[in-house]
């Protein structure tokens, strides 16, 4: 009876352990004998306009086609998801606001900052017309739509933070961007920290009003690449970095047909693709100081909401995540 | 006289040895249900001692318990806990009466249960989980909308259940009724419904899993309290000790509800005299 017993544990314990190094072996393999990844996955998203332009143009493709690797993209619906993507190993590149971006690496996640795709202002605060709320301070006892994890979070905390006003003295309804904007248009909520092209969309077509702006609390759009991706591949980094770029010049080179494509990948109206794109700056690319002081002051507010531990040496967290060698060999 | 003592005393004795006995049974049982639970918690703050589990995807225990601990003294716990419980309680009483009523009367009625019931059944086949959607865009994201969710997936085991033990109530019992010119109220009240009781808190008990899965769903979507919103909250700032915190504490008060559940069936159905008992009550 004993000796059964103690089978039975030694059984469950070899089982329970075997399931779980089995759930973990990693997704994304070398061809077999070289250096090369047998495929590159990226996110693409309607606030990253040089993903929309390279799922359209194919040029990843044509780039890694002689090199017989394949090059996968999905859709991301926010920071939180490209950033949640990340972790899980299920794509390579992802993106998402410098802020964003740094409470996943306070948190642990294995991942850097490898290229500025855009500063933007592609949040803030938005109400319907008809709305009383005028100013943040109105925002008190109110119901705000937000998604956790994304720039339009932090610039609301920090927003809050500047008129004076705690995280607990609002109602705080966290939906994914889309649903926001639709509870704000259906009244469901009063307000809703937005996020371009959605904001802008709901601006011509609900006359929906932008009542707190605030361009230095927006933190940049970052590609993400998981570490393990840069150690094994580096030199494949610097391609996507310099195919991102050329996304970025093609932009800057060709406005008119560059909104025409963000109208057909985002689905949106011309006067929004508009909108969007002109509060989107394009002129710097490869990551460094600037990005470093915005995530600094970003920060100091997710330290003290304890969204990132209060003993987080913050200046070495920046200067891990954001990397720019990668941008800087790859452009020069 | 004295040895009418003595046999008292002795028979104190005895009772008293009987109630021990019973306790330590009572945690021999708890013990060995803990054992393999207690390894693999063990087994786990080692590995992520020794960072052979990255914290980003699996916090340590010890992490998860401090969370859960620092929540409880800033009162958030209780918040979160209190609203999520009296979602589903609140939703588990609405939807368990309508399936009581309605149940009462397609079990009855042969007429009303061949018209409502196919019905029942063709909704009942939607997978729950499906409503979700559809329910935050008719009644919105406010209290009434969770309510209303999981009072919808209450009912339907609620209903099963309950139907089907009024119809398996043993014809000779109801003939015994008509024998004794029992009116329809009287049949329902005397022989239908005590008959039918164990089935229908089988039902009740299935009914508040239901309820507790959904509350979930009805949380993922769009609230700002609740075990649900810590989820939410864990998955998107990067903390997943409030998830694996939050299913924790689903675990342990979807437990003591089902406990509270069962301990009510046991009172109720202390005159059965069925083939799982122990001890004579009721086994769970």
Known sequence: MKSKFVKLIIGLAITTLSIGAVGCTSKNQSQAGTNKPKEIRLDFATYNIESLVLKDKGWLEDEFKKDNVKVSFVESQGSNKSLEFLKSNSIDFGSAAGSAGLISKAKGAPIQAVYAFSKPEWSALVTKSNSTIKSVKDLKGKKVAVTLGTDPYILLLRALDEAGLSKDDIQLIPLQHSDGAAALISGQVDAWSGLDPIMARVQVENGAKLFYRNVDFNTYGLLDVRNDFAKNYPEYVGRVIKIYDKARKWIIANPQEAQKLLEKQAKLKPEVAKIQLQRTDLKQSIPGAPQKAALTKAAEILKKYDIIPTNTDVQKTISEFVNGTFAQKALK | ?284
């Open chain 2, 1 to 284: 006289m004295s040895e009418l003592n003595t046999n008292t005393s002795k028979v104190e004795k005895i009772s008293l040895w009987l109630r021990i006995i019973k306790r330590v049974d009572i945690l021999k049982k708890i013990a060995l249900g803990i054992i393999v639970p207690l390894l693999l918690v063990i087994i786990w703050q080692t590995l992520s001692n020794f960072g052979l589990i990255p914290s980003y995807l699996l916090p340590s225990p010890s992490t998860v318990v401090s969370t859960l601990i620092k929540l409880a003294n800033t009162g958030e716990l209780f918040t979160h806990a209190g609203i999520t419980t009296y979602r589903v309680l609140v939703g588990f009483a609405f939807g368990s009466a309508l399936a009581i009523i309605l149940g009462s009367i397609t079990g009855y009625y042969r007429v009303v249960y061949q018209v409502l019931d196919p019905l029942i059944q063709a909704l009942r086949a939607i997978p729950s989980l499906a409503w979700v959607p559809l329910f935050i865009l008719w009644f919105g994201i406010g209290e009434g909308s969770k309510v209303i969710m999981i009072a919808v997936g209450v009912f339907f085991p609620v209903y099963l259940n309950w139907v089907t033990g009024i119809k398996g109530v043993d014809k000779k019992y109801v003939e015994v009724g008509i024998l004794y010119h029992f009116t329809a109220i009287k049949t329902i009240r005397k022989i239908l419904f005590p008959a039918a009781l164990p089935s229908l808190l089988t039902g009740l008990r299935s009914g508040l899993g239901l309820g507790w899965m959904f509350v979930v769903a009805a949380e993922l979507m769009g609230t700002s309290k609740g075990l649900g919103y810590l989820m939410v909250l864990g998955e998107n700032n990067s903390a997943p000790e409030l998830i694996l915190g939050s299913i924790i504490l689903f675990a342990i008060l979807g437990k003591i509800t089902d406990g509270i559940l069962v301990y009510i069936e046991r009172r109720v159905l202390h005159w059965q005299n069925s083939f799982g008992e122990e001890n004579g009550n009721v086994s769970s």
